[in-house]
């Protein structure tokens, strides 16, 4: 079965940047669409990006917008988050997220991001 495994999570000062990846297991995976999302302690999951194969259209929460972008690499299984002016609000646990054409999503394990002084 496909598996997701993110990486690029780490501690970074305020203002700093980070660069998240995720890559499915199978190379030849091509989801309809790959996501990130994040948690933080106490908080309810949220939905950070979105990116569709189809027209690249992407989504972005409010908080992030203008801040990160995601990206799908060439190979179709794996995405990007490119964070920059990181806040300390943004500490979470981030989780790749990808939804096949039957709507079937798969979940990756998260990565720790922690944005502090």
């Known amino acids: 079965q496909v598996q997701l495994v993110e990486s690029g999570g780490g501690l970074v000062q305020p203002g700093g940047s980070l660069r998240l990846s995720c890559a499915a297991s199978?190379?030849?995976?091509?989801?309809?669409?790959m996501s990130w999302y994040r948690q933080a302690p106490g908080k309810e999951r949220e939905l950070v990006a979105r990116?569709?194969?189809?027209?690249?259209?992407?989504n972005y929460a409010d908080s992030v917008k203008g801040r990160f972008t995601i990206s799908r690499g060439n190979a179709k299984n794996t995405v990007y988050l490119q964070m920059n002016s990181l806040k300390p609000e943004d500490t979470a646990v981030y989780y790749c997220?990808?939804?096949?054409?039957?709507?079937?999503?798969?979940w990756g394990k998260g990565t720790l991001v922690t944005v502090s002084s």
């Open positions: 990116v569709t194969s189809v027209g690249s259209a992407t």
């Open positions: 997220n990808a939804r096949d054409w039957n709507s079937l999503d798969y």
């Open positions: 199978e190379f030849t995976f091509s989801p309809y669409a």
